[in-house]
């Protein structure tokens, strides 16, 4: 091949040249016929040598932890070697669930820099395995894997629990839930047996619905809210048999709960069971729901009396209903009761002449220690039941037909009960919170109440607020049952039109909470009917603080239902809440939610002003009410219902209790 060397002049300069000349092209095209020749020349193709094998290289700095719990965070450092670009490192995550593995604050980082990785807020079961790999950016093939295991705090509830929760279906019938579930410390669920009571919309009727717990799993986090699923067989049940709560974690013992499946909507509770023994004595009982024969809201309660091994004969028991705001009191009651299974059920037959629409009612009842039992009606598995209805009995022990006059009921007292408003049938549209002292001799004293009903128009408003003081007297049957008429009077302000609440209060004594039927407003006018049930703490003496932390349930209603579960700490010194909600809002579960609010200075009685805040209450920010039982818990209560200046048409109640951190240092 040859070139020939000529100069060019370009701006004074002389610059030399190279030519390539045609026999290049020439040999491309010799080269190329070649190829698809069978004679002539042979021509030596000779193909370039492979590049030299990678000499890059990365290790960890100091060897990543395996484990870390779910509150913390792990660092990673890596270096590469024989990188002359010093390109770094690349980092990634990887998991079962490629949508929550958790974070890394880079995901590129020089040579000998390093990574934090923030685990997931949440995952299914009580651990997570993710895998954090680092490449040398020069040569991915180039990389190293730590595994790592993060894990969450379900070693803090470990045994066999007791569920209750109350709400609505989708239908936005009364829905009830009671059982129990074995947990086994490591965020499985393990076994147990439920009750529900809902709207099938398949066989078109209220059923009940009893069936096995097959498995699940449960989630706790380091600020005490957590999550647990319950698988069944039973596709009516929850999401094609999986039914979803969400929780917070009071102490080992005890969470709040709320369900939150798109079929679903309920609060309650969750207590660890103590006791699987055969319960005996009296029991002060209340339930409500829907009575089929007519159905109408229905609730009842009263005492009944174990006074022999599996028999209620009928002496110091005794029953009153509201149905649809009518009474119908003091009724004899006698029934039967079933050896426990091997989770602490019993069945309960009950037997009530007086009722008007059904006689008979079959519950079962979940024990939970000697005291508390949860009852669900499970009656109705074939829709000719007596009703549904769901609560809970609370055991009167050695006090059991000792009440004997007014001083069985004593001191001061936080009453709590919900409901329907009778001007529709929706549940949970009646909220009525107070507190008042007894004296022992049959008077009331320092009395209020903040009582709403959502839909009653007895005041010219969308709603009814009564928001006074009040005295009053009270009446202890001569039964020695423990069965008690409050009268609260003298109302001030006086509401327009006026108030006569018919409460029925059932203690239990030794220090134990009554219970209470509401009996309605059963004046001639019938100002403010419903039908309701709740309970009563003794209250503790003042002063009262507002501090630490605590986790709240609620439930609001504003023609659907919002139920939820959260977190909530006190700034004392500057009178502001914050923390986490979640909620089920109009069967669209959400979680993670911020909250803020504001609260006032418990006064004497235990009654304080203040707010809270979040994008997934039906009314943001709502006022409300606290009464405190004591330091530690209370209830609070919406208070804006028929706000001159801003009515939110919103019922809100709730419970809030004081918390135990799930490990040193948790939040």
């Given at each position: 091949m040859t070139?020939?060397r000529?100069?060019?002049v370009?701006?004074?300069?002389?610059?030399?040249?190279?030519?390539?000349g045609?026999?290049?092209?020439?040999?491309?095209?010799?080269?190329a016929?070649?190829?698809?020749?069978?004679g002539g020349?042979?021509f030596?193709?000779q193909n370039?040598?492979?590049?030299?094998a990678s000499?890059?290289?990365i290790?960890?700095?100091?060897?990543?932890p395996?484990?870390?719990a779910?509150n913390?965070?792990?660092t990673?450092?890596?270096?590469?070697?024989?990188d002359?670009?010093n390109a770094?490192?690349?980092?990634?995550?990887?998991?079962?669930?490629?949508?929550?593995?958790?974070?890394l604050n880079?995901?590129h980082?020089a040579?000998g820099?390093?990574?934090?990785?923030t685990?997931?807020a949440s995952?299914?079961?009580?651990?997570?395995a993710?895998n954090?790999v680092?490449y040398?950016?020069?040569?991915h093939t180039q990389?190293?894997?730590?595994?790592?295991i993060?894990?969450?705090?379900?070693s803090?509830?470990?045994g066999?629990y007791?569920l209750?929760?109350?709400g609505?279906?989708?239908?936005l019938?009364?829905?009830?839930?009671?059982?129990?579930i074995?947990?086994?410390?490591?965020g499985?669920v393990?076994?147990g047996?439920?009750?529900?009571n809902?709207?099938d919309?398949?066989i078109g009727y209220?059923?009940?619905k009893i069936?096995?717990?097959?498995?699940?799993?449960?989630f706790?986090g380091?600020?005490?809210r957590?999550?647990?699923t319950i698988?069944?067989?039973?596709p009516?049940?929850?999401?094609n048999?999986?039914e979803t709560f969400s929780?917070?974690?009071?102490?080992?013992a005890q969470?709040?709960?709320?369900?939150t499946?798109f079929n679903?909507?309920?609060t309650g509770?969750?207590d660890l069971?103590?006791?699987?023994?055969?319960?005996a004595g009296?029991y002060a009982?209340?339930?409500?729901g829907?009575?089929?024969?007519?159905a109408?809201?229905v609730?009842?309660?009263?005492?009944f009396n174990?006074d022999?091994?599996n028999?209620?004969s009928?002496a110091?028991?005794?029953?009153d209903?509201n149905l649809?705001?009518?009474l119908?009191l003091?009724q004899?009651l006698?029934g039967?009761?079933?050896?426990?299974d091997?989770?602490?059920?019993?069945?309960?037959?009950?037997?009530?002449p007086g009722f008007?629409?059904?006689?008979?009612?079959?519950?079962?009842g979940?024990v939970v220690d000697p005291t508390?039992?949860?009852l669900?009606?499970?009656?109705?598995s074939t829709?000719?039941g007596?009703?549904?209805t769901?609560?809970v009995?609370?055991g009167?022990g050695s006090?059991?037909g000792?009440?004997?006059?007014?001083?069985?009921?004593?001191?001061?007292y936080?009453?709590?009960?919900?409901g329907?408003?009778?001007a529709?049938?929706?549940?949970?549209?009646?909220t009525?919170?107070g507190?008042?002292t007894?004296?022992?001799?049959g008077?009331l004293a320092?009395?209020?109440?903040?009582?709403?009903?959502q839909?009653?128009?007895?005041?010219g408003?969308?709603?009814?607020?009564?928001s006074?003081?009040f005295?009053g007297?009270?009446a202890v049957d001569?039964?020695?049952?423990?069965?008690?008429r409050?009268v609260?009077?003298h109302f001030?302000?006086f509401?327009k039109?006026g108030?006569?609440?018919?409460?029925i209060?059932?203690?239990t004594?030794?220090?134990?909470?009554?219970?209470?039927l509401?009996g309605s407003d059963?004046t001639?006018?019938?100002?403010?009917p419903?039908?309701?049930?709740g309970?009563?703490?003794?209250?503790?003496?003042?002063?009262?603080t507002f501090g630490?932390d605590y986790g709240?349930s609620f439930t609001?209603?504003n023609?659907?239902e919002n139920?939820g579960?959260?977190v909530?700490t006190?700034?004392s010194?500057?009178n502001t809440?914050?923390?986490?909600?979640?909620?089920?809002?109009?069967?669209?579960?959400?979680?993670?939610?911020?909250?803020?609010?504001?609260?006032g200075?418990?006064?004497s009685?235990?009654r304080?002003s203040?707010?809270l805040a979040?994008?997934?209450f039906d009314?943001?920010?709502?006022?409300?009410?606290y009464?405190?039982?004591d330091s530690?818990?209370g209830?609070?209560?919406e208070?804006d219902?028929?706000?001159p200046?801003?009515?939110?048409?919103?019922?809100?109640f709730?419970?809030?209790?004081?918390?135990?951190?799930?490990?040193p240092?948790?939040?």
């Amino acid at each position: 091949m040859t070139w020939l060397r000529h100069t060019t002049v370009s701006a004074g300069f002389v610059v030399p040249t190279k030519r390539w000349g045609l026999p290049l092209l020439a040999a491309a095209m010799m080269a190329a016929l070649a190829g698809c020749g069978g004679g002539g020349s042979t021509f030596n193709v000779q193909n370039p040598p492979p590049p030299p094998a990678s000499t890059v290289a990365i290790a960890f700095q100091a060897a990543p932890p395996t484990s870390i719990a779910i509150n913390t965070t792990a660092t990673l450092t890596a270096t590469v070697t024989n990188d002359p670009s010093n390109a770094g490192v690349d980092w990634s995550l990887s998991c079962k669930n490629t949508a929550n593995c958790g974070a890394l604050n880079a995901q590129h980082t020089a040579s000998g820099g390093s990574v934090t990785f923030t685990p997931p807020a949440s995952f299914a079961g009580n651990s997570d395995a993710i895998n954090i790999v680092a490449y040398a950016t020069a040569d991915h093939t180039q990389n190293i894997v730590a595994p790592l295991i993060v894990s969450a705090f379900g070693s803090s509830l470990r045994g066999t629990y007791v569920l209750q929760a109350q709400g609505v279906d989708v239908s936005l019938q009364p829905y009830q839930f009671a059982g129990v579930i074995v947990l086994d410390g490591n965020g499985g669920v393990t076994s147990g047996e439920q009750t529900i009571n809902f709207f099938d919309q398949n066989i078109g009727y209220q059923t009940s619905k009893i069936d096995s717990v097959t498995g699940g799993s449960y989630f706790l986090g380091a600020d005490g809210r957590g999550t647990i699923t319950i698988n069944t067989s039973d596709p009516d049940v929850g999401q094609n048999g999986v039914e979803t709560f969400s929780f917070v974690s009071l102490s080992p013992a005890q969470a709040l709960i709320a369900e939150t499946d798109f079929n679903e909507s309920a609060t309650g509770t969750m207590d660890l069971q103590t006791s699987k023994l055969a319960p005996a004595g009296g029991y002060a009982f209340v339930v409500s729901g829907t009575d089929l024969a007519t159905a109408s809201p229905v609730a009842f309660g009263g005492i009944f009396n174990i006074d022999s091994p599996n028999a209620i004969s009928g002496a110091g028991s005794v029953a009153d209903q509201n149905l649809a705001g009518t009474l119908t009191l003091k009724q004899t009651l006698s029934g039967t009761l079933s050896t426990p299974d091997s989770f602490g059920a019993v069945t309960l037959m009950l037997t009530i002449p007086g009722f008007p629409t059904a006689t008979t009612f079959q519950f079962t009842g979940y024990v939970v220690d000697p005291t508390r039992i949860k009852l669900i009606e499970s009656d109705n598995s074939t829709g000719s039941g007596s009703g549904s209805t769901g609560g809970v009995a609370i055991g009167q022990g050695s006090a059991t037909g000792t009440f004997a006059d007014t001083g069985s009921l004593s001191g001061p007292y936080v009453f709590a009960v919900v409901g329907t408003d009778l001007a529709g049938v929706t549940p949970s549209t009646f909220t009525s919170v107070g507190l008042f002292t007894a004296d022992g001799a049959g008077n009331l004293a320092n009395g209020f109440t903040d009582t709403f009903l959502q839909q009653n128009g007895a005041q010219g408003n969308p709603g009814s607020q009564i928001s006074a003081a009040f005295s009053g007297t009270y009446a202890v049957d001569p039964t020695r049952t423990g069965r008690v008429r409050p009268v609260f009077a003298h109302f001030s302000p006086f509401p327009k039109p006026g108030f006569s609440p018919k409460f029925i209060f059932y203690l239990t004594g030794n220090g134990n909470p009554a219970l209470v039927l509401d009996g309605s407003d059963t004046t001639s006018a019938i100002n403010y009917p419903s039908v309701g049930t709740g309970i009563a703490y003794p209250q503790s003496a003042a002063p009262f603080t507002f501090g630490g932390d605590y986790g709240f349930s609620f439930t609001q209603q504003n023609g659907t239902e919002n139920d939820g579960t959260g977190v909530i700490t006190p700034n004392s010194s500057a009178n502001t809440l914050s923390g986490t909600v979640d909620a089920n809002s109009a069967f669209n579960p959400t979680s993670n939610n911020p909250a803020t609010g504001t609260f006032g200075t418990p006064d004497s009685k235990g009654r304080f002003s203040g707010t809270l805040a979040s994008s997934i209450f039906d009314f943001s920010p709502f006022a409300m009410e606290y009464y405190a039982i004591d330091s530690n818990r209370g209830f609070f209560v919406e208070t804006d219902l028929v706000n001159p200046t801003a009515p939110s048409g919103v019922v809100t109640f709730g419970y809030y209790a004081a918390r135990i951190p799930v490990c040193p240092g948790c939040p």
